[in-house]
């Protein structure tokens, strides 16, 4: 009996969505229909570009209209409802834990069945929303692909239909925000390089060449009069020839050797009377700002900016999002400016 009433309690407790209580469940006959509509299967193979596979990966529905979503999540909070419900029974019969745990099981498996049903539904949306990146290649795209899916799921469960705002709406400002943040981190790590084109190529040779003669960059007319290139066409590429010329350089090895010797870069450049670099930063006047932060602050911004932790995996240590975790670290950085300013001006008012 134990098993089984600790089985529903941590089913209860793991559930991934909102608790929300309608009106409707208050009716012991009422119970959501059940939307499920038949798949259609492509037929992928090797050669199949990364799109199709995608989406034949795990069939194809039409698209689902509003009140079809409504009815998904009310289905979905009904399950849970119900296993909230069973969760909080009081009872020392071993045959009720044993017929509850089956009701969980079954609420459970219906639960998933109609989340997955929104999530199939609204897969086109993450191919619409990765249509910006297909520059990248086709390498890169079933990493973004899988990225947008990831987005997708939290936006299915995070999200709250009672407020009256489309799903569709939700969902696909989530994912944009989640592949923006997902392509920014790679293109600074210098891990998602930009393969120039041959129009990038000529428009970046005629730019370094006006610069070396005049001082300046030339303007859009001007690189279309030297390149042939149409106006349209130069301000399309010329962002991404901006972003060309910001990336890094091909990264070196310390272990590379140095000609035929023996002698490495490492050899070349280290530095060992150098005091330990974490242990001289926290000496430092900025660290003596962040001391006077609150905890969790100093916490934060240490771990970012000492230890070399990532925005997700503070995130999972403080259990906040992505986004919550770069809200505080914004939030301390100008703190800790605003302390030092404080002490700066401190220190010219003596002089």
Same mark, same amino acid.
């Given at each position: ?16 969505f909102?608790?929300?209580?309608? =009106?409707?469940?208050?009716d ?5 229909d059940?939307?499920? %509509?038949?798949?259609? *299967? ?15 990966d795990?069939?194809?529905v039409?698209?689902? &209209?509003?009140?079809?979503? $409504? #009815? ?34 079954? *609420? ?22 990765? &249509?910006?990146? *297909? ?12 990225e ?10 995070? @999200? $709250? @239909? ?22 920014r ?12 084109? $041959?129009?990038?190529?000529?428009? %970046? ?22 390149t042939?290139?149409? =106006?349209?066409?130069? &301000? &399309? ?5 901006r %972003?060309?010329?910001?990336? =890094? ?14 002698s ?6 280290? $530095? ?25 602050? %100093? ?7 000492? #230890?070399?932790?990532?925005?997700? #995996?503070?995130?999972k ?19 800790t400016?605003? @302390? ?12």
């Open positions: 009996m134990e098993q089984d009433r600790t089985d529903v309690i941590e089913a209860s407790m793991g559930l991934p909102l608790d929300l209580e309608l =009106p409707e469940f208050a012991p006959d009422y119970e959501p059940k939307i499920r %509509q038949p798949r259609r *299967y492509g037929r992928a193979d090797s050669d199949t570009m990364p799109i199709t596979r995608f989406l034949a795990r069939g194809m039409d698209i689902l &209209k509003s009140e079809m979503v $409504d #009815e998904l999540y009310r289905e979905i909070y009904w399950c849970c409802h119900h296993i909230r419900e069973l969760s909080t029974c009081e009872s020392d019969d071993p045959e009720f834990w044993s017929k509850a745990l089956r009701k969980t099981l079954t *609420y459970v498996h219906r639960m998933e069945a109609a989340e997955e049903e929104l999530f199939i539904a609204n897969r086109p949306l993450i191919v619409s929303c990765v &249509k910006p990146f *297909y520059w990248i290649g086709q390498i890169w795209i079933s990493d973004f692909l899988q947008g899916s990831r987005a997708l799921g939290n936006a299915i469960r995070k @999200f $709250d @239909f009672t407020r009256g705002v489309p799903f569709f709406s939700y969902a696909q400002r989530s994912i944009q925000n989640r592949l923006r943040n997902y392509f981190d790679h293109i600074r790590s210098g891990a998602l390089g930009i393969r120039p084109n $041959d129009d990038m190529i000529k428009i %970046q040779a005629v730019i370094e060449t006006w610069r070396d003669r005049q001082g300046e960059d030339p303007s859009e007319l001007i690189l279309s009069e030297m042939d290139l149409p =106006p349209e066409r130069i &301000k &399309k590429l010329l962002p991404l020839v %972003q060309w010329q910001r990336m =890094p350089g091909t990264p070196l090895s310390l272990d590379a050797a140095l000609g035929d010797t023996h490495s870069l490492h050899d070349l450049i280290a $530095d060992h009377q150098h005091v330990d670099s974490s242990v001289e930063v926290q000496r430092n006047d900025v660290w003596e700002a962040v001391s006077r932060l609150p905890e969790r602050l %100093q916490l934060i911004l240490k771990r970012r900016y000492v #230890e070399g932790y990532t925005l997700d #995996e503070v995130g240590e403080f259990g906040l999002t992505r986004a919550r975790i770069k809200q505080l670290q914004d939030e301390g950085l100008e703190k400016r605003a @302390f030092m300013r404080e002490t700066y001006a401190r220190e010219q008012n003596k002089l």
